[in-house]
């Protein structure tokens, strides 16, 4: 029997009736080519099963087709869904992943990875590590002597950085809204650790509502807002601490779902029922949000799409003719989920 022979880009070109040219410019993700064009020749690259020669393709750009990503925390929920869309977006645009793990974002900058990755040869890197403390200078700096392109995931934007980021300020405000809308009006936060950005923004999205909404004074705020670690048991004791200084308290508003599940432990050990005594508003909707009692009110962050337009924005950068003059930002929405945990009737 012969072997099947393979399909190549001309065979998928006489196929879609367009020139090779067309078929590498969609392989290549770029601009130029109609949506309903671009579309209708991946169908027919699916249906024919064409792979295009990788290692051809690399020798000819003088590119490795691959992406270091700098990342941490895989065994939670925020990270490990980033990382799924940024090797989803990957593999689609033909690249490979090199990755290196950062162990404690807390106390390391991660800088000293970046060197193994260049001796890779990797064509640009992802940073996916969040932003965390002020000890980000000697990152910067290298960063900006490097030859190659870095695309970095939730970090505080910069004039000279290619950030892709979850706008995490309007999503608190997003939060707050809904729980004003319900009724309620003495709402207080647990926040994530006050080092890391992502925290400092939900806790500035959550003080700019409040304070437009008017019903307390600013200086009340502070005895409203408790500082979590982002465990469970952070959640627990924040909503204790919040109850001890405020017992008139309405709502709680966690800065993620683990602290949001452990006020929902403390509230009902102190007999305050969910949503009629007090609401109860997480921040990731992990997938046992909708299985906490009660089910959990929680913002839906585009985590897929968060790695995904990592990679996209690398790539942009990689087959660019030009090295772009202005960075591009790229800000992110999440989706509030209502559920019973806030869905109270006062």
Known sequence: MKPKKSVTIKDVARVAGVSAQTISRVLNDRPDVSDETRQRIRDIIRELGYAPNIIARSLIQGRSNTIGVVGYGLGYYGPSRTLTGIERQANQLGYSLLLSLLRDPDTSTGESLLPNLLMRKVDGIIWAVPE???????????????????????????????????????????????????????????????????????????????????????????????????????????????????????????????????????????????????????????????????????????????????????????????SPTTPEQIWLQSELVVRASSNASR
């Open 132 to 322: 965390i403390g002020e000890h980000r200078t000697a990152l910067l700096e290298t960063v900006r002597s490097i030859s190659v392109p870095i695309v970095f995931i939730n970090m505080e934007p910069r004039p000279d950085l290619n950030v892709v980021a979850i706008d995490n300020f309007n999503a608190a405000r997003k939060a707050v809204f809904h729980l004003l809308e319900q009724g309620y009006r003495k709402i207080g936060v647990i926040t994530g650790p006050p080092t890391w950005w992502e925290s400092r923004q939900r806790e500035a999205g959550w003080r700019s509502a409040m304070q437009e909404a008017g019903f307390l004074p600013a200086r009340e705020l502070e005895r409203l807002c408790v500082a979590g670690d982002w465990y469970p048991e952070s959640g627990s004791r924040g909503l204790e601490e919040l109850l001890t200084h405020n017992p008139s308290i309405e709502a709680v508003f966690a800065f993620n779902d683990p602290m949001a599940l452990g006020a929902l432990k403390a509230a009902q050990r102190l007999g305050r029922r969910v949503p009629d005594d007090l609401a109860v508003v997480g921040f990731d909707d992990i997938p046992e949000a909708d299985y906490f009692t009660p089910p959990l009110t929680t913002l839906r962050q585009p985590l897929i799409e968060l790695g995904g337009q990592s990679v996209q924005l690398l790539h942009r950068l990689l087959n660019a003719p030009e």
